[in-house]
């Protein structure tokens, strides 16, 4: 593996603009599709086994094992958690939501008709996602710093509060806008994030403006809108109307669970294209060439796959299942003797749900988006170095998203 040159003072930096064009050097990641099948099968077993326990445990193997196949001119990324941090995250984060709701029950119960009611929205509506907001920003940091490239860690600056002020100032302004502001929500908090990015001494910056998604955005919210409008109006059509209300509610679902699933993708894609090209760590920059259409084949193929899934196990459950139950009358001894091949049935039902979520959906999503991006400048990765005091021991994140996806 390669280990990043620490330069003296003195020495020529690739950061500054006179490197020379020679130096000048582009790769795109890339994503190499181990073996992972042996490994989705025993981590979910063991999580059912343990009722969710392993699961800390099996999502840091899974992290480590997409780390380490992303790939930048020939190294492979790090990933250095433990599921025992997870964990410990986890036990925090109850013993903070826990005492929320908690609070929330006692006042609706004891608050009074008016008060309690109105105290247990302010925790309910408010403080909680607060605190989620909070949460979240600190669980990336978390998988920072527990990333590495080259021996050299990544790390996040900021506080969670401060990113949770911005967060709700934004919030604002989108909702006075009706949700015609959400591009520049969007760019102010992935800006912010970006900004309090560090590759070791290399720190980030954000570029990208929001107006090239306005065009995207505003598809997707007036088509939303007309949805809206379809569904408020059928309401009102008179039940001698019958085949103009059911046109209209037709026209409404297939707008709903057709178009818009489409225009969100084509949003999601064209801002993580932008957004990729406005991050960048000195004088190295990114692009990606990441596309609509390869996105939604992959979630095409991945909702065929669940159909499928669950079109065999109904009929496995009918045959196995349904018929014996029913040939025998609902008999109490059969059923208890049916008990080990239900339970069996549904352990290999989970087990095929995470593979086909795992091999159909998330691995080919992760490769087509590592793919996608070109690194510029790698010649300026020499000059990076680590930064001291970054190996604090710290604890696995309360709330996480898991994968970023495009979609």
Not at 133 to 144: F, G, H, M, P, V
Not at 201 to 222: D, H, I, N, T, Y
Request: glycine share 10%; hydrophobic share 55%.
């Amino acid at each position: 593996m390669h280990v990043p040159t620490i330069q003296r003072a003195a020495d020529p930096s690739p950061w500054g603009q006179g490197a020379s064009a020679s130096q000048e050097r582009s790769d795109s990641l890339d994503a190499v599709t181990a073996p992972l099948a042996g490994q989705v099968i025993a981590g979910t077993l063991l999580t059912v086994i343990t009722l969710g326990i392993y699961r800390f445990w099996y999502k840091t193997a899974l992290r480590r094992y997409y780390w380490r196949n992303t790939r930048l001119a020939g190294d492979g990324f790090e990933y250095t958690g433990t599921g025992r941090e997870l964990f410990v995250g986890f036990l925090i984060a109850l013993a903070i939501v826990v005492p929320i709701y908690l609070a929330g029950t006692l006042v609706s119960l004891f608050g009074g008709q008016v008060l309690g009611p109105t105290l247990a929205g302010i925790l309910g509506v408010l403080i909680m996602p607060a605190v989620v907001q909070i949460l979240s920003y600190r669980a990336r940091r978390y998988r920072l710093t527990r990333t590495r490239y080259r021996g050299v860690q990544f790390h996040q600056s900021g506080s969670g509060t401060a990113y949770l002020l911005r967060t709700l100032w934004w919030l604002v302004l989108t909702m006075v806008t009706l949700g015609i502001a959400f591009p520049f929500f969007r760019r102010a908090l992935e800006r912010y994030k970006i900004e309090n990015t560090w590759f070791g001494s290399a720190q980030g910056s954000f570029e990208s403006e929001a107006r090239p998604l306005l065009g995207a955005w505003m598809a997707f919210w007036v088509v939303g809108l007309v949805v809206v409008v379809i569904l408020s109006q059928t309401a009102r059509i008179e039940t001698g109307d019958v085949m103009g209300g059911l046109f209209f509610l037709l026209l409404a679902l297939f707008l709903a669970f057709a178009v818009l699933p489409v225009l969100w993708l084509r949003y999601r894609v064209q801002e993580f294209r932008i957004f990729t090209a406005g991050t960048c760590f000195g004088v190295i920059t990114f692009a990606s060439t990441l596309t609509t259409g390869a996105v939604a084949w992959i979630w095409i193929r991945y909702y065929l796959a669940l159909f499928g899934l669950l079109l065999a196990f109904g009929g496995l459950m009918a045959v196995t299942g349904g018929l014996p139950i029913l040939a025998a009358g609902a008999n109490p001894l059969v059923l208890l003797g049916l008990a080990p091949v239900l339970l069996i049935a549904a352990a290999g039902f989970l087990v095929a749900l995470a593979l086909v979520t795992e091999l159909v959906f998330r691995r080919p999503l992760w490769a087509l988006r590592v793919r996608s991006v070109t690194v510029n400048r790698l010649d300026a990765l020499d000059a990076v170095v680590q930064r001291a005091g970054l190996n604090a021991t710290g604890i696995g994140e309360a709330f996480d998203t898991g994968f970023d996806v495009a979609g």
